[in-house]
C-alpha cells in the first residue's frame, strides 16, 4: 500500500519502457510526482499498466542521476565535474579535431530508441548537417532492424500492419520468437482475453512460454523449435499451405506481384522444405507442423505477433520475410484481426527508426543516394548530404578497433551492455579519442568516455514517442529537467557549439519540420496529437485522423512481393566444446539492461538473472536447481544461478540480460543478420559447469 495524499494536479504522458506505449496520469502533489495512474483514455492501453510502467518515476529521481556534466582527458583520470559550457565546449573541440586529424568520416553517434523522435531526429541531423557524414545508427540496429528490411521489402512499410484493438478480431494467433507476457505485458493481457474469448493460439518459440499453458488459457499448438531454426519452420508452414491448395489465390492475383508467386511456389514446393524434411533440423514433429499450418491458413482471420526471438539471429530479416509471406499467402494483410505486427522491444523502437536514425536512410526510410530524398533537407539545412551510406554500430566498433573510427556521440543507449560480444564492444570503445555518453547515469559505456553529459528522463520534457502499432503518442514534461537541460536542448547545443545555428525554442517546432520532409509523418501535429490523444501514421488525405490498419486499399508498395526464404544455418554450431545452446529474454519486472528498473520502488521483485536447464542436461553436469554455474561460450565466460527446468528443452538453456553483475553480453557472438547486421543474440553455443560463484 502507497500512501500518498491526495493529489492535486496531474499530467498525462507515455510510459517510456515498451513497444506498447501505455498513456498514465503522472499525479503530482506539488512539484512532486507522488504516482502514475494508467490513463482510461489511452488508445493503447485502455486503463491497463504493468508494474515496471507504474514505478517507472521512481528513476527520475534517483540518488544515482549524474546532473551535472563531467570530462577528462583520458579514461583513466578521475571525472572532473565542469559548466555545460565547458562540457560541450571539450567536446566539440576533441570531435572537430578529430575530424581534422583522420578525417570527416572518424565520428559518429548512436542515439536511443528510448529518446522522444525529435531528439533522434536531432541527433540524426547532428551526423548529417554538423558531422557531414552518414554515421548515425540507433539501438534499433540490435533489435529491429530486420523488420524493416523485411517489412519493406515484401509490404513497402517498415512497420507493424495493425493497431493492437484489431486483436478483438482475430481467430487465430501466430505467436513467433516473443514473450509478451513479460516483455509487453498490457498487450498479453489483450492475447489472453481473445484467447479465452475463443481465438486459437500457435506458439513457436524454444521455451514454454506462460502463452503455451497458463492458468486460464492453453495454445493449440506449441512448436519448441531448436534455436535458429525460424526459417526452416516458416517455409515449411507455407509448403503446407501451398502443396495443400490452401492459400488465397484471388487475394494474391489481386494484391501480389503474380510471377513472383509463381517462383515462389516453386521454391516452396520443393520437398526439401517439407516438414517432414525439416523435422530432425528444428526438432519440431512434422505433423505439428503441419496442423499448425492448417490452421493459420484455413482458422479465420488470422494474425502474426514477433519479437527478438525473430529478427535477432543471423537470417533475422528472412524469418521476417517469411512471415509476410505467410499472411500474402492467405490474405491475412489489410483487415481487422490478421497483418504482421512486430512487437517492439523499447518505447521508441518505431520512432527512432521512422526518423532517419539509420547510416543509409533519411526519415522515411528513404536511402540517402537519391538526390530527390536528399534535396528537401539540403535546402532546409543548408549543408550538402553525402550520398554515401555511413558506419553501422558494429561496423563503427569494427573501425574504431582497426584505428580509423575515433570519436562517438552515444544518446541514452549502454552499448558495452547491451551490445554483443563485449570483449569486441570494449576494444573498440578503447579505441577512441572521444566518447561522449549522454545518459542519466554513470553506465558501463561511461568507463570508457571522456565526456559525461546528464540526460533528462521521460518526466522531464516534450515530445512524442511511436509505439509498436505506429501510435505517436504525447510526451509531457511533468517537471523541469534535473540537470537543466532536456536531452533535445543537449544536441543543440553541442550542434549550436560546432558551429550550426539551431534555434528551436520547443519540440513542436521540430515535430513540424519533420512533418514537412517526411511523408509518412505529413499532416503531423501537436494540435492533431492533443486533440486525438494519439495519431497513427500515415494522416492522408483520405484518412486525416490516422491510420489504424495498413494494406486495406492494396499492399502500400504497390504490389506485395512474395520472397524466397532459403534455410541457411548459423555459422554458431554446438559442438562437443559448446554443446548447448543459449538463447536469452526478458522477465517481468525487468527493463533491458535494468538501468532505470534497478532504480525504482518494483525492486521488491527484482530477481537476478538465472539459467535455465534441462533436468536431463543439469543431471549430465551434476547440476542442481539454485547452483552456481559457469556460463561459457568461445566469446566469454559468467557466473550465475541454475534454474533447473523442464520450460526448455534438452540442448537449451536460457537466461535473461538485465544485471550489470552477470553481464550475459559477454558470451554472445559476433555473428549477425545478412541483411541489416542486427546480433544474433538468440543462439550462442555454450558449455554449462558448476562453478563456485562469480
Ligand atoms: Fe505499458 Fe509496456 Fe510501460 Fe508496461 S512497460 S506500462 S506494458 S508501456
Redesign the pocket.
Known amino acids: 500500500v502507497i500512501e500518498i495524499g491526495t493529489p492535486e494536479h496531474s499530467v498525462v504522458t507515455?510510459?517510456?519502457?515498451?513497444?506498447?506505449?501505455?498513456a498514465?496520469k503522472a499525479e503530482m502533489r506539488g512539484a512532486e510526482l507522488v504516482r502514475m495512474v494508467?490513463y482510461k483514455d489511452g488508445k493503447?492501453?485502455h486503463g491497463?499498466?504493468?508494474?515496471?510502467?507504474?514505478f517507472?518515476y521512481g528513476y527520475a529521481a534517483h540518488k544515482d542521476r549524474i546532473l551535472n556534466p563531467m570530462v577528462r582527458e583520458n579514461v583513466e583520470d578521475p571525472w572532473r565535474e565542469v559548466s555545460w559550457d565547458e562540457a560541450l565546449s571539450f567536446a566539440a573541440n576533441r570531435l572537430q579535431g578529430l575530424q581534422k586529424t583522420y578525417g570527416k568520416e572518424s565520428i559518429g553517434v548512436i542515439t536511443s530508441s528510448r529518446c522522444t523522435n525529435e531528439e533522434t531526429y536531432l541527433v540524426q541531423k547532428l551526423a548529417r548537417a554538423v558531422f557531414h557524414n552518414n554515421n548515425t545508427d540507433t539501438c534499433a540496429r540490435v533489435c529491429h532492424s530486420p523488420t524493416g528490411y523485411g517489412l519493406r521489402e515484401t509490404l513497402g512499410t517498415s512497420a507493424g500492419t495493425q493497431d493492437f484493438d484489431s486483436i478483438e478480431h482475430a481467430d487465430v494467433v501466430l505467436v513467433i520468437g516473443a514473450n509478451p507476457t513479460d516483455a509487453?505485458?498490457?498487450?498479453a493481457s489483450f492475447l489472453k482475453r481473445r484467447m479465452r474469448e475463443g481465438a486459437k493460439m500457435i506458439v513457436v518459440d524454444p521455451r514454454r512460454i506462460d502463452l503455451v499453458k497458463s492458468p486460464y488459457v492453453e495454445a493449440t499448438h506449441h512448436l519448441a523449435l531448436r534455436p535458429g531454426t525460424n526459417v526452416a519452420v516458416v517455409t515449411a508452414m507455407a509448403h503446407v499451405i501451398v502443396s495443400e491448395g490452401l492459400f488465397d489465390e484471388t487475394y494474391i492475383r489481386e494484391r501480389c506481384d503474380w510471377d513472383e508467386f509463381q517462383d515462389y511456389v516453386e521454391f516452396v514446393s520443393d520437398p526439401k522444405q517439407s516438414p517432414e524434411a525439416v523435422e530432425a533440423l528444428t526438432g519440431v514433429l512434422a505433423e505439428q507442423l503441419r496442423s499448425a499450418a492448417r490452421l493459420y491458413a484455413c482458422g479465420g482471420n488470422a494474425a502474426i505477433y514477433y519479437g527478438l526471438g525473430v529478427t535477432e539471429h543471423s537470417q533475422g530479416s528472412t524469418a521476417v520475410i517469411g512471415l509476410a509471406n505467410l499472411a500474402m499467402l492467405t490474405g491475412n494483410i489489410g483487415k481487422q484481426g490478421v497483418g504482421v505486427n512486430p512487437l517492439r522491444g523499447q518505447?521508441n523502437v518505431q520512432g527512432a527508426c521512422d526518423m532517419g536514425s539509420f547510416p543509409h536512410q533519411l526519415p522515411g526510410y528513404r536511402h540517402v543516394k537519391f538526390a530527390e530524398v536528399r534535396e528537401p533537407y539540403e535546402k532546409l539545412w543548408g549543408v550538402a548530404i553525402s550520398d554515401e551510406p555511413g558506419l553501422r554500430i558494429p561496423n563503427m566498433l569494427d573501425a574504431a578497433v582497426e584505428g580509423s573510427f575515433k570519436g562517438i556521440y552515444i544518446q541514452g543507449e549502454d552499448i558495452l551492455q547491451s551490445d554483443p560480444d563485449t570483449k569486441h564492444v570494449a576494444a573498440g570503445l578503447a579505441g577512441m579519442e572521444c566518447v561522449i555518453v549522454h545518459d542519466l547515469f554513470l553506465n558501463e559505456t561511461a568507463n570508457y568516455a571522456h565526456v559525461f553529459l546528464p540526460g533528462s528522463t521521460f518526466l522531464e520534457k516534450d515530445g512524442t514517442f511511436t509505439?509498436a502499432e505506429r501510435r505517436i503518442s504525447p510526451v509531457r514534461k511533468v517537471m523541469m529537467p534535473r540537470s537543466g537541460y532536456a536531452d533535445w536542448e543537449v544536441t543543440q547545443l553541442l550542434a549550436n557549439v560546432m558551429g550550426a545555428d539551431w534555434n528551436y525554442t520547443h519540440p513542436s517546432q521540430i515535430m513540424a519540420e519533420i512533418a514537412a520532409t517526411t511523408p509518412s509523418f505529413a499532416n503531423v501535429t501537436y494540435e492533431l496529437i492533443d486533440k486525438l490523444g494519439s495519431v497513427q501514421w500515415p494522416c492522408t488525405d483520405a484518412a486525416p485522423e490516422g491510420t489504424p490498419v495498413l494494406h486495406v486499399d492494396g499492399i502500400v508498395r504497390g504490389k506485395g512481393r512474395f520472397i524466397r526464404t532459403d534455410y541457411v544455418a548459423t555459422d554458431e554450431k554446438s559442438g562437443p566444446r559448446f554443446p548447448l545452446l543459449l538463447t536469452t529474454g526478458r522477465i517481468l519486472t525487468q527493463?533491458n539492461v535494468g538501468a532505470q528498473t534497478r532504480r525504482t520502488d518494483n525492486v521488491a521483485w527484482h530477481e537476478e538473472d538465472v539459467l535455465e536447464i534441462h533436468p536431463h542436461d543439469a543431471e549430465l553436469r551434476g547440476i542442481k536447481d539454485g547452483d552456481w554455474v559457469k556460463l561459457a561460450s568461445r566469446s566469454g565466460e559468467t557466473s550465475l544461478r541454475a534454474d533447473v527446468t523442464d520450460r526448455v528443452s534438452t540442448g537449451v538453456v536460457y537466461t535473461t540480460f538485465h544485471h550489470p553483475d552477470t553481464h550475459t553480453n559477454v558470451v554472445t557472438t559476433e555473428y549477425s543478420d545478412w541483411a541489416t547486421n542486427c546480433p544474433e543474440y538468440k543462439v550462442t553455443a555454450v558449455q554449462v559447469s558448476l562453478s563456485n560463484g562469480p
Open positions: 507515455t510510459c517510456a519502457y515498451c513497444g506498447v506505449g501505455c498514465f494508467p493503447a492501453n491497463h499498466s504493468c508494474v515496471k510502467g507504474r517507472s509487453h505485458p498490457v498487450f518505447n509505439n527493463y
